[in-house]
């Protein structure tokens, strides 16, 4: 059995879709609701270096303009945002092992249980 962890919004119909996804191939999920337990600088650092993207490919890009956000295209000051305004975090993000990838659609997750 896999070990995965989900950054997840159970608000958002596409990371309930993933969340329901692995648990029907029974895989042993960790749920992190990330806007009521933001990740670190430190950990959003992790999740860009195994999602392979660069922080401002992780930016919900509608809801960092409906915050009024200042535009930006520095890494490092849009990762601080991520922290400070983790609602403009893509999601889902499922990790397994030193893997993760974005749950859009669901079904990118599925690469992860096949390495």
């Known amino acids: 059995m896999t070990d995965a962890t989900?950054?997840?919004?159970?608000?958002?119909?596409?990371?309930?879709?993933?969340?329901e996804l692995l648990r029907s191939r029974e895989i042993d999920v960790k749920v992190v609701e990330y806007l009521k337990t933001p990740p670190s600088r430190e950990e959003l650092q992790g999740l860009?270096?195994?999602?392979?993207?660069?922080?401002?490919?992780l930016i919900r890009k509608k809801d960092f303009q409906g915050l009024g956000l200042p535009p930006t295209e520095d890494p490092q000051a849009l990762i601080e945002l991520m922290v400070q305004h983790p609602?403009?975090?893509?999601r889902p993000i499922v990790v397994v092992g030193n893997q993760a990838r974005l749950g859009r659609p669901p079904?990118?997750?599925?690469?992860?249980?096949d390495e």
């Not at 609602?87 to 893509?90: A, G, V």
């Open 107 to 113: 079904e990118n997750v599925l690469e992860l249980l």
């Open 6 to 19: 989900i950054y997840h919004n159970p608000r958002c119909t596409k990371s309930r879709e993933t969340l």
């Open 48 to 57: 860009l270096k195994s999602l392979q993207l660069e922080p401002r490919q």
């Open 87 to 90: 609602r403009i975090i893509e």
